[in-house]
Every structure is written in structure tokens, then in C-alpha cells.
């Protein structure tokens, strides 16, 4: 069974979340996939940052919705780096992304860059949002998607196969042998997040899940001998 590491932000647990200089050590750290958040700025780039505002990675205050791509590149998102774009990172790196979205407006602008670069065997997109999830889906014919719960109702498989998604990404802590056998059994995969302990790391393999996000490059070293 393959089993897939994917960078969370990067590998935030070690460089400044969603800059380049994180997701570049992601991909020399061999991560098999690179997960990314994205928002739209106040002139509709697709900014690479995980919070509604910058205020926690950043040393500007204020939502991204409300600044220009050119006020957001004026911030330091951790050890010099900038608030890049989802353009720059498919340049910067040749990995696999797994992008997240936040809703309807993002999933739209994110379908053009797919549509016009023809993204869909490299981008996985993600969301918590089913709408977002349908949206893309419906854009971008044959995208890959995964829809992300932190908590979660006996309905959750259902809603992935509604929504068209391919793959759940659960909580590890949260998730039972019972959720990840009924997604089995109605073909959907299951990823396991944040899994930054070996612990963690033996339940997700126990667990047969088909992979594990992570915030440290040390998960991907063990993670093959870890049964």
C-alpha cells in the first residue's frame, strides 16, 4: 500500500507556514505532496496564507480580503520571507500540491490558473467547505478532491461521495477504525491530520489510512518503517 507524506504549509514545524523557503525544504525533505492554503486578495490574487487575516504569520494586522496583492507583498511572513502567490509556488517547486480552499470565490479563481496552466494530474484541491469542493469539481473536469473535517457526524463518507470528493482528510485524533472502514468499503480514502508524533504515526498506518499530513520532515524519514 502506498502511504503519502504531505507537507503541512510546507514544513511549517521547521520554516515560517506558506512562504517558499518552506515549501522548497518540503520538497528537498522528499514530502511525496506539498499542502498549501490559499485566499483571495482585495485585487483577486491567489494569496498563499492560511488565516482569513495576517495578523499571526505576518507583522501587518488586518484580513487579507481588505489589502492589495502589492500591500501584502510590503509583509514579512517569517524570517524575510514574503506572502507569495499560488503562481510562485508552482514555479518554485515540481511537487505535488494539495491546495485548500476557503469558499466558493476562491475555488472559482483557482479553476482559471488550473484550466489555464492544465493543473489537474499535479493540484489536489481540499477544502472544509462541501460547496467550495462541488465548485471546483464542477469547473475543473477531472480534479482530484478532499474534503477536510475536524469534527465530523456518521455522515461524513456520505457527504464526500455528494460533493464528489475522492478523499477525506480527518483529524487523527478524532478518527476511529469505524469511519475509516466504512470510507474503505465506499472507495474513499482517507489522509490523517496533523500527524507530528510517532504515535500518531503508528495509528494512522494501523488505521491502513492512505497517508498522513505533517508539519516535520522527520515523519517522512520514519514513516516507511513504521508499522
Do not use: Y
Request: aromatic share 4%.
Amino acid at each position: 500500500m502506498t502511504f503519502l507524506i504531505i507537507g503541512h504549509r510546507g514544513v511549517m514545524g521547521v520554516e515560517p507556514e506558506n512562504t517558499l523557503r518552506s515549501f522548497v525544504r518540503a520538497e528537498r525533505c522528499g514530502m511525496d505532496a506539498i499542502e498549501l492554503d490559499l485566499h483571495l486578495s482585495k485585487d483577486g490574487a491567489l494569496v498563499v496564507m492560511h488565516d482569513a487575516a495576517v495578523d499571526r504569520t505576518t507583522d501587518g494586522t488586518g484580513p487579507i480580503a481588505e489589502k492589495t496583492l502589492a500591500e501584502l507583498r510590503g509583509l514579512d511572513a517569517g524570517d524575510g520571507e514574503r506572502v507569495p502567490v499560488f503562481e510562485e509556488v508552482l514555479d518554485a517547486v515540481g511537487a505535488p500540491l494539495q491546495a485548500e480552499i476557503k469558499d466558493v470565490a476562491a475555488a472559482r479563481a483557482l479553476a482559471r490558473v488550473m484550466l489555464h496552466r492544465d493543473l489537474v494530474d499535479r493540484v489536489t484541491v481540499s477544502s472544509f467547505h462541501d460547496e467550495a469542493i462541488a465548485e471546483i469539481s464542477a469547473l475543473v473536469p477531472g480534479v482530484r478532491t478532499v474534503l477536510i473535517a475536524g469534527r465530523w457526524g456518521a455522515d461524513i463518507v456520505d457527504r464526500a461521495r455528494t460533493v464528489g470528493a475522492d478523499t477525506l482528510a480527518l483529524n487523527i485524533r478524532r478518527l476511529t477504525l469505524e469511519t475509516a472502514e466504512q470510507a474503505r468499503a465506499q472507495g474513499v480514502g482517507i489522509i490523517g491530520w496533523v500527524v507530528n508524533t510517532q504515535e500518531h504515526l503508528r495509528l494512522a498506518r494501523a488505521l491502513e489510512l492512505d497517508g498522513a499530513t505533517t508539519d516535520f520532515p522527520e515523519i517522512k524519514r520514519t514513516g516507511r518503517f513504521t508499522a
